[in-house]
């Protein structure tokens, strides 16, 4: 094929996917965990910026760049999409990648799988390619199982290993506060530890109803929990100062952990109760 690109720099919000519940449903032969999560994407995140360039290279930049300096760059998921892209569809025109890391690393609310899913959209508008239906999805769970979800970057419920997608009802108005108490944590160790306890499989549970006020949506989420919160506050016990501190705060409806940890975050009605509440634990 004739390889095209965009002579302008492309921008992609990368944004941070938080999980409102998460059961694990099962595990299969491979190894690979089953899930039955809804997930929502907050309005903070990392960025992806694809400039012309001679080659295929990654820079990292931003306030949580830090973290990422001492690992090849041929292991970041962001340079691995790029790769994995350009050989499906035999590019051979080069890209200049820009990460700008904002989200903190191995924190639970999925920024390297945002970042991979920013990367694929990016670089098929820069690239200027025609992907098939469902062949980006196909790459995207190629590169981790939460990659295909951020590639929609919307409310949605997963199942399977992540693969399987669905569409939930509208969400009703409320606020989110997210506290990471500052350490990683790594989700093999999380899932090991969750064996290692008395783990017993989820049921799958009903999809969420549709035409929810606030408080009837936090009372629907109560129902329901994360299967991994435990696990990962016995590898770290801060996560439960972390939900202890959340939950204590004025007019919090709901506090909980996202995916494997370390980030929680707590449930408001009105930003004034959020904006007190983040002040708070700041302090």
Not at 6 to 24: C, D, Q, T
Not at 132 to 147: I, Q, R, S, T, Y
Not at 181 to 190: A, H, K, N
Not at 253 to 260: F, T, V
Request: glycine letters at 8%; proline letters at 6%.
């Amino acid at each position: 094929m004739q390889n095209k690109s965009s002579e302008m720099p492309l921008r992609y919000f990368a944004p941070a996917k938080i999980n409102l519940y998460l059961h694990v449903t099962g595990q299969r032969p491979d190894g690979y965990h089953e899930l039955d999560s809804v997930v929502i994407f907050a309005p903070i995140g990392d960025d992806i910026i694809v400039s012309p360039g001679d080659d295929l290279t990654l820079e990292i930049i931003g306030p949580e760049a830090h973290a990422l300096q001492e690992s090849e760059v041929s292991e970041n998921l962001v340079f691995r999409a790029a790769q994995m892209l350009a050989e499906k569809y035999k590019v051979t025109t080069g890209a200049a990648i820009t990460l700008n890391k904002v989200l903190p690393v191995a924190s639970g609310i999925g920024g390297g799988s945002a970042d991979a899913a920013a990367t694929l959209k990016a670089l098929v508008d820069f690239w200027k390619l025609k992907p098939a239906a469902g062949e980006l999805a196909g790459l995207a769970l190629a590169l981790g199982a939460d990659v295909p979800v951020c590639l929609k970057s919307r409310p949605q419920r997963m199942t399977g290993i992540g693969e399987k997608l669905h569409e939930t009802p509208a969400m009703p108005n409320g606020c989110m506060v997210l506290v990471n108490p500052r350490i990683s944590q790594s989700t093999p160790e999380v899932f090991a530890e969750l064996h290692r306890g008395k783990w017993k499989a989820s049921d799958f549970v009903p999809a969420l109803p549709s035409d929810l006020d606030f408080y009837a949506f936090v009372s629907e989420l109560k129902s329901r929990a994360n299967d991994l919160e435990q696990p990962a506050i016995r590898l770290a016990p801060v996560i439960e100062d972390v939900l202890a501190v959340t939950s204590a705060q004025a007019n919090c409806r709901l506090a909980r952990m996202s995916g494997s940890g370390a980030t929680c975050f707590g449930l408001f009605q009105k930003i004034e109760e959020a904006e007190a509440a983040a002040t708070e634990i700041r302090r």
